[in-house]
């Protein structure tokens, strides 16, 4: 079986964006492992261990990477949070500080709505249809 099991995420700083997505988000943490360069290898997860994608939360080492934390997709939305709970998790994200830029609207594909990151990447928070 194939699939995506990890996604990069390019990040100012490894603690506050765990922070981030662990409180805020309510991801859990699945790793946190120094590596030989000084970096870590920083790994969490929206759903249950093992099951589905996961970010690994990379530390930008120079200018250029720098340059992308929190644009990494050009201003689109490029990651999608999916929940069984929209109204659960969109009242808990809220007071968490969770910036959203719209109000929950319902699409034919579920009810969504546009939130941003800590840096500023564009998420949806998706409940799908059915």
């Known amino acids: ?22 409180e805020a988000l309510g991801f859990r943490l699945a790793e946190d492992a120094p590596r030989p360069d000084g970096s870590r290898w920083v790994v969490v997860e929206p759903g249950t261990e093992g099951h589905g994608s ?6 930008a080492k120079d200018g250029a990477q720098r340059a992308r934390v929190g644009d990494q997709t050009g201003g689109r939305v490029g990651f999608f949070l999916h929940t069984d709970d929209f109204a659960r998790d969109h009242t808990r994200m809220r ?13 034919p594909y579920g009810t969504v709505a546009v939130f941003q990151d800590l840096y500023g990447n564009r998420w949806d928070l998706l409940q799908p249809s059915g």
Do not use: S
């Open 1 to 22: 079986m194939r699939r995506i099991a990890l996604v990069t995420l390019v990040v100012d700083d490894y603690d506050e964006a765990i922070r981030f997505y662990t």
């Open 54 to 59: 996961a970010l690994l939360l990379a530390r």
């Open 95 to 107: 007071a968490a500080g969770v910036r959203f830029l719209e109000e929950p609207r319902d699409e």
